[in-house]
C-alpha cells in the first residue's frame, strides 16, 4: 500500500514562533501561507506542516499522488481505493471517510492503537 508523501502535521498555538524555531533548527518554508494558519516546511526529506487553529493534536499526514516536494506522482493509489483496501480489514475504524465515488481530492482520517491522529489527504 502506497500512502504518498509522509509528513508531520503539528497544531501549533503560534505560527510565527514555531516558525522561527524551526528555523533554527535547518527548515526552510516552501509551501503555505502564515496569513492562513499554515506552512510546510523542509530540512533534507523531513518534511513538517505547522498549521495554527487547524488540528486539536499533531497528526501524522500522507498525501497519496504527491512526492516529497509537492509534486504530483505520474502513477498513485486514489485516496478512495486506499480506504476500501483498510476497509477490506475489518478491524480499522475511521473518524472520518472520503466519498467513496468519484475522483480528485479526498480525504480520511483515523487514530492508531495510541490515540494518533492518522490523516490521508490527497490533493490532486
Known sequence: MQLGAFSVSL???DIAASLAFYQKLGFTAFAGD????WLILKNGDCVLGLFQGMFDKNTLTFNPGWDMNCQTLESYTDVRD???QLKA???IEFTMEAEESGSGPGFFAL???DGNPVLIDQHV
Do not use: F, M
Open 11 to 13: 497544531a501549533v498555538k
Open 82 to 84: 486506499l480506504q476500501k
Open 89 to 91: 480489514h475489518g478491524d
Open 111 to 113: 487514530v492508531d492503537p
Open 34 to 37: 502564515q496569513d492562513q494558519g
